[in-house]
């Protein structure tokens, strides 16, 4: 048995027309891409190991500006700021090769084994030598030593 409808106006739910529905979405689509565009070069942001995190001017200097080893300073980044490195490494700088390769070792801790040759066409590591240090570069291949790294950006730790 049917139960009849007693109101006296049937109204059944009427949908957007499809062509509504679909300008509407383009419509947020293209609002959505746009300020997601603009809010990219207002707030340029860049990934770090936790996360992201907003980019911060860090005080640079280039190594042509330095007389002598004396006027080197902690925590300040020498060399080629412009440029993201993938690789970086923490050690002490010693002037040498390993096996002919490379212009300074910079040792690390773990031993011999966890040496890496270094050399530079931006940074004058003589400067660096003896002085615990991060760097940043690009690693080379080599079949005379077990890293070999361009080195283009160095930040003194101690």
Known sequence: MDIPN???NPSSPS????????KIVAIILILALSTGFWASRLF???????GLSI?????????EDIQNKDEIKANILYG????IFKDSATGTIEK????????????REGGV????????SVVDLDLFVGRKVEVKGETNSSSK???????GSIKVIE
């Open 6 to 8: 007693l109101s006296p």
């Open 15 to 22: 949908p957007l027309r499809p062509s509504l529905s679909l």
């Open 44 to 50: 340029p942001f860049s990934k770090s190991a936790g």
């Open 55 to 63: 980019q911060t001017q860090e005080q640079a200097i280039s190594t």
């Open 80 to 83: 080629d700021t412009a440029t």
């Open 96 to 107: 040498g090769s390993i096996n002919g390769v490379g212009t300074h070792i910079l040792n």
């Open 113 to 120: 084994t966890q040496r890496a040759s270094l050399t530079s």
């Open 145 to 151: 030593t077990a890293w070999l790294m361009d080195v």
